[in-house]
């Protein structure tokens, strides 16, 4: 591998070699003979009888290993079906479409070389290098390349910087999706869609009829899409959302108005979706807290604009559907996802407010989240009036049914068998009341909140959840009301005007004009209480408190750091998780979830949930590096940062480029394999990765920022964390005894 690779880095020709797949394999000059290769032309046609004469694979003769390497580095001549074919063959031996660590084939092949005109051969060897050749030549294939003059650069790159590249590049936009006649397809296309004829459909709020006239005419203009359009009432009830069931759809968010040309010269006014970034796999829709990660990356490699419109989406939701939607499908119409909007809105603004309308875009985004705190969060059944702190608590009826079909089957048998019902008879009888089993509302009014939580599942939660003020929650309320009274005190003059919009489900009237002190005062009062109810100084953290028990939790979660991200812990506070909390919870690969003793033993009864121990995720890990740094914990958020980004560069580098939703953070060699609940997501491709997962793409962006020019290099070179703080403490040994004083 490279030790660094530069991204601009191009040859004589000007091209650059770590150019995006679309640059790189659409131009045909590129790779037509002009770098000293020989004129003579490769046709498809003989390349495939020499092929078929040989009996072999690849149809030139064998060169010698001569070739020297030229300035902008050793260019190959490869013809890309047949060398397609060799790989599988050869080196994918489990057949999977994957070149990994765990296929047993030679680990290498020998491509000949441009600057020869295919007449010496190197070889190329290595999972990491054959797999890169794999997923090159399946971009390729995708370009229509039947030959390619290939860098070598793109097989050796430096394993950090191809992973930033490919996620710069590529990754975000094969995660975002635009909900207008240029992709509804794909934006509708909804693979936890159970139901008989998954066909794609759009509900449109009452409050936005061009909309529905528009999605009518696309629906209209093409037949083939067999895309139903349904406007929802005006108001949303839990009986209307589980009716939707039948029925599941995508949820219209913002569009604008653009001009269209109709090509002969006239304009007319049209909508264009405002794009978001959807997680991946099986999640392709907006979502609630993953956009907010997802925004972490974005803003990090410029896409602003992508970040922003995530934030006016959130603003359409909480204005048309009451909530920051878990995510916008029908059958989350009545839950929500952690709130983040305030932080959200907060850095997008940062980066935009020299632009003319910049305030007003950090208003609205204001006047929402203030909107969703009353009418949301602080309000019943969320609010436990007694303490004054939220609980994920939504309404709903019924089993929820977007999980996997086989999700609830363990907790339904009973209830099936008693009623001697088959499986779905049952669901719908229990779903419209015609059965009543009060224990299992219960236990499905617990999993709603579970879900609501982002953290679905995990023993910490499960048939409690509703009960509990976690403090993941009210950390996050925390920080909204503290961004919230810096927002309006700084930014507009400490009075901020309520329009009559945003006043639904909050005690403000029409024009009524809010300041920074009752912010701040809600503030002090959450920190006092949480101080009080939460936090365990013997344990150094902050626990979960169980408003029906009147007790605080005891399950040790990694969620205690968000009391830093939201800095609502005293400098004590911090100091004591960083010495008691952290170790309980730091791994191979980072923060875990829980730990191990807080999850209990597993067994067939009692499986494993993928928000417990052995799992990480990004989330956790982003909010526990800006926590400690925002208390000064320099070389803790290193440290975590370098082990979560070592552990998704050796799976990437192992594992054919592969980027996943979650990671077992105990496993060194494949971590990227979760066996819990639905297992992983962003596994499923052939050849090449095209997607990553979105809170992880922008987890490896964000935490590169947080790691050291030291450290990146080290990652570079797949240096393990112990490795590379022996041969630090080695080095500044050395450095010591060559001091001269
Ligand atoms: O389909 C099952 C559940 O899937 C979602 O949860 C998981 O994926 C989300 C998207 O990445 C993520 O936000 C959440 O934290 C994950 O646990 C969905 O959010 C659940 O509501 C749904 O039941
Ligand atoms: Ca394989």
């Known amino acids: 591998m490279q030790g660094t690779s530069n991204h601009r880095s191009r040859g004589s020709d000007d091209y650059g070699i770590y150019d995006d797949a679309k640059t790189y394999y659409a131009s045909e000059e590129r790779h037509s003979n002009r770098y000293g290769v020989r004129t003579r032309t490769y046709s498809q046609n003989s390349l495939v009888k020499q092929l078929e004469r040989m009996g072999a694979t690849e149809p030139f003769r064998r060169g010698s290993h001569d ?23 050869q080196e994918d031996t489990d057949g999977n479409m994957q070149i990994t660590i765990e296929d047993n084939g030679p680990k290498v092949i020998s491509l000949r070389t441009a600057a020869s005109a295919g007449h010496n051969r190197f070889e190329v060897r290595g999972t990491y290098m054959l797999s890169n050749l794999l997923q090159e030549l399946t971009l390729a294939k995708e370009y229509g390349r039947k030959q ?92 209307l959302i589980r009716d939707l069931n039948d029925k599941p759809g995508l949820l219209a968010v913002a569009v604008e108005k653009v001009e269209e040309d109709d090509g002969k010269g006239n304009k007319t006014t049209t909508l264009k979706g405002l794009p978001f970034v959807v997680p991946g796999g099986r999640f392709n829709e907006l979502y609630g807290w993953d956009s907010y990660m997802e925004s972490l990356g974005l803003l990090i490699h410029e896409r602003v604009d992508l970040a922003k419109s995530m ?24 839950r929500s996802q952690p709130p983040f909007l305030t932080d959200m809105a907060l850095r997008v603004y940062e ?10 875009f950090l208003r609205r985004a204001i006047l929402a989240a203030i909107k969703e705190y009353h009418s949301v969060w602080t309000s019943e059944p969320r609010l436990d009036p007694v303490t004054g702190l939220s609980r994920y608590r939504p309404d709903g009826l019924g089993v929820p049914p977007e999980t996997e079909a086989t999700h609830f089957v363990h907790i339904l048998e009973p209830y099936i068998k008693k009623h001697n019902m088959g499986f779905k008879e049952f669901v719908r009888a229990y779903n419209y009341g015609e059965i009543k089993e009060p224990e299992l509302d219960e236990y499905f009014l617990h999993d709603r909140a579970v879900r609501e939580s982002g953290h679905d599942t995990s023993y910490r939660l499960e048939g409690v959840c509703a009960n509990l003020a976690t403090i993941d929650l009210n950390s996050l309320l925390f920080k909204y009301e503290t961004d919230i009274g810096r927002t309006i005190r700084s930014l507009f003059g400490d009075k901020l005007v309520i329009p ?3 006043c639904a489900g909050t005690p403000y009237q029409p024009g009524e004009s809010v300041s920074s002190a009752v912010w701040d005062r809600r503030a002090k009062r959450r920190k006092l209480t949480m101080d009080k109810l939460m936090w365990n100084e013997e344990e150094g953290m902050f626990f979960d408190y169980d408003t029906v028990k009147k007790q605080r939790c005891t399950y040790e979660s990694a969620t205690t750091f968000w009391a830093l991200w939201a800095g609502l812990a005293t400098p004590k506070q911090a100091a004591d998780m960083v010495k008691k909390g952290l170790p309980k919870l730091e791994m191979f690969g980072g923060l875990v979830a829980g730990t191990e003793k807080s999850r209990g033993e597993l067994g067939l009864e009692r499986p494993n949930r993928q928000w417990d121990y052995p799992y990480g995720w990004a989330p956790q890990q982003m909010l526990a590096w800006t926590g400690l740094l925002r208390y000064s914990f320099t070389e803790e958020a290193e440290r975590l940062a370098y082990k979560w980004l070592f552990m998704i560069t050796k799976a990437f580098v192992d594992f054919n480029g592969v980027v996943v939703e979650k990671y077992d953070v105990t496993r060194p060699i494949d971590p990227h394999r979760v066996d819990a609940e639905y297992g992983n997501q962003g596994l499923d491709f052939k050849g090449v990765a095209k997607e990553g997962f979105g809170w992880v793409n922008a987890s490896y962006v964000y935490g590169l920022q947080i790691v050291n020019a030291h450290m990146r290099r080290a990652l570079g070179t797949l240096t393990p964390y112990e490795t590379f703080v022996k041969a630090i403490e080695l080095n500044n040994e050395r450095a010591m005894a060559n001091l001269t004083l």
């Open 351 to 360: 980066k935009i407010k020299h632009e003319p309308d910049s305030k007003e």
């Open 500 to 502: 009559a919009e945003f």
């Open 148 to 239: 390619i003059i290939l860098d070598e650069g793109r097989l050796n790159e430096n394993p950090v910087d191809r992973l930033s590249r490919l996620i710069r590049d590529h990754f975000w936009d094969g995660l975002t999706r635009r909900i207008d006649a240029s992709s509804i397809e794909v934006a509708a296309r909804d693979p936890k869609d159970w139901t008989d004829d998954p066909r794609p459909r759009i509900y449109v709020p009452l409050g936005a009829p061009e909309q529905y006239e528009y999605y009518q005419k696309v629906a209209a203009d093409r037949p083939e899409l067999r895309l139903d359009v349904q406007q929802l009432p005006e108001n949303i009830t839990v009986e």
């Open 311 to 334: 934030v006016l989406n959130f603003c359409f939701c909480i204005e048309h559907y009451g909530k920051i939607l878990n995510a916008t499908r029908s059958y989350y119409l009545a």
């Open 67 to 89: 070739e020297t390497t030229m300035d902008q580095g050793r260019r190959f001549l490869v013809n890309v079906d047949a060398t397609l074919e060799i790989l599988k063959n």
